[in-house]
């Protein structure tokens, strides 16, 4: 992409006296500045269905916008970690590819292996520590376990 720059000024020929030879305007003259403003028209992308070639770039949107401009790589980037802050817990029930690959961000460790994950209760003295461990018949007074699915189970750590 090129800028128009003004290789001749015609509004300076304007004070020179008259008779100089410096005064009078060249076909070529005209010819080059009408090139230069052409070239520099033709390598402009169109407002309308622009094909931009090269690494094009934009600003930044904040986080959260939601308007119709333009999304950059890095826009994008924030927001998808977003998704998965650090200490957020990612499963998958068909693919054991560690999260940093699939989802291309972060650092990943396997999380609660041969475990079954329970939710917080506040109400329930055995489900009120995050993180606490312990067997699921004593905490349920129950002589068998709870029905489970198997997953893959990632925790972001970075």
């Known amino acids: 992409m090129s800028n128009y720059a003004k290789s001749t000024d015609f509004a300076a020929k304007d004070a020179l006296t008259t008779g100089d030879a410096n005064k009078i305007i060249k076909g070529t003259q005209i010819n080059d500045e009408f090139d230069a403003i052409l070239t520099a028209v033709n390598s402009k992308a169109n407002s309308n269905n622009a094909a931009l070639t090269g690494v094009p770039t934009a600003p930044t949107a904040a986080a959260n916008t939601e308007t119709t401009q333009l999304a950059t790589t890095a826009f994008v980037k924030v927001a998808r970690e977003a998704l998965y802050p650090v200490g957020s817990v990612y499963t998958n029930a068909t693919v054991a590819t560690n999260p940093g690959t699939l989802l291309g961000f972060g650092t ?49 750590t970075v």
């Not at 312990?134 to 002589?143: I, K, W």
């Open 108 to 156: 990943w460790t396997a999380f609660g292996t041969g475990r079954v994950l329970i939710g917080f209760d506040a109400s329930n003295a055995a489900f009120d520590t995050l993180g606490e461990t312990g067997a699921l018949t004593a905490a349920t007074g129950s002589s068998s376990i709870a029905t489970y699915v198997t997953v893959y189970m990632w925790k972001r």
